[in-house]
């Protein structure tokens, strides 16, 4: 009977006084707000090229989409009554990616759009920061691709602080594309950035500076990047793009910018390393897939937003035991 008691007492005692957990137990000083303040300034070479190269319109999209962001997540989680985290900062980085997919032309009110529906749809309405099924920005883009097409490829070649020409230009992917090989610009245009496109993805060496910084800095492991960009060079390859034309599709279009900023987001990528390989690996495959044999030029976008997808069976299939754990 006292045995009853007793157990009917420690039933009755609140779960989550006591919490034990297997080891390794793991400290760190890592915040929230300190990653996203990484990557923020990892963020910063790209940023000052896309003012370089596209002026006032790359400064204008910049600052509506970061204030739309932080403005629509303040809003949701004030409706909402949930805790207000805009200081984590990962509002400020969802705003400045968005902008960097996003060409010099396109109108504002547009980028605000993007900017509420990635802040309150996609990350919002699934339990915010940590919980988003997909990479915020990059869902924003696909519904402004889908929804304004015309706009969303309206890329002009940069001219900096000067008038913006009205007529749009090919980008190099869409050389390739048409087969125009003749007319591709020089490759080290491409690297340093001098080339139409979206405001945040045209210069390679700015992307890549920012990645030595995150990967010096612990933020990303470099195995995904690296994955990425190779298994996406094996398969064009293999897909028919001619050697020499290679790396032409590696610096044109988004693939640094989205194999280095978005392909390493924690919340919308699997969990251990495992998986983060095949996660990269995949992005590859159907960016290679995308770019040869689909209508459109670039696939780094949907190629990433699939995979995001598909993280919670990569999550469930490369599981491991808990250290110390018995099997039943």
């Not at 760190?28 to 003012?51: E, Q, R």
């Not at 909402?80 to 985290?85: D, F, G, M, N």
């Not at 060079?233 to 034309?245: E, Q, R, S, Y």
Request: proline share 5%; with cysteine.
């Amino acid at each position: 009977m006292e045995k009853n008691t007793n157990t009917e007492q420690k039933n009755m005692m609140p779960r989550d006084e006591f919490f034990v957990s297997l080891a390794p137990h793991i400290r760190t000083d890592d915040t929230v707000s300190k990653i996203m303040l990484d990557v923020i300034i990892a963020m910063v070479p790209a940023l000052l090229g896309s003012v370089y190269f596209f002026g006032l319109n790359a400064i204008k999209l910049l600052a509506v989409c970061v204030i739309f962001c932080l403005g629509s997540e303040y809003a949701f989680q004030k409706l909402t009554k949930r805790e207000v985290r805009i200081n984590d900062l990962s509002a400020v980085v969802t705003g400045i990616l968005l902008a960097f997919n996003l060409p010099a032309t396109m109108p504002l009110w547009m980028a605000a759009f993007g900017s509420i529906f990635a802040m309150v749809i996609i990350k919002g309405c699934f339990g915010g920061i940590g919980s988003n099924f997909m990479n915020p920005a990059l869902g924003a883009r696909l519904v402004l691709m889908g929804s304004w097409g015309k706009e969303m490829t309206n890329y002009v070649a940069p001219t900096g602080f000067g008038p913006v020409d009205a007529l749009s230009g090919p980008t190099p992917l869409s050389l390739i594309k048409a087969g125009n090989f003749a007319d591709l610009p020089e490759l080290k245009d491409m690297i340093i950035g001098n080339i139409p496109g979206v405001i945040g993805e045209t210069s390679a060496i700015l992307i890549l500076i920012g990645a030595i910084y995150l990967i010096y800095r612990k933020v990303i492991r470099p195995d995904v990047p690296v994955i990425y960009i190779l298994t996406t060079a094996v398969f064009l390859a293999i897909l028919g793009i001619p050697v020499n034309i290679l790396p032409y599709e590696l610096f044109g279009g988004g693939l640094f910018l989205g194999a280095v900023f978005m392909a390493t987001d924690y919340s919308s990528t699997p969990i251990n390393r495992k998986g983060k390989i095949i996660f990269a690996l995949g992005c590859g495959i159907i960016t290679a897939i995308i770019r040869t044999k689909g209508s459109m030029a670039e696939g780094v976008s949907y190629a990433i937003c699939l995979m995001n997808v598909v993280t919670p069976l990569i999550d469930r299939l490369t599981k491991t035991e808990a250290y110390g754990e018995a099997t039943k």
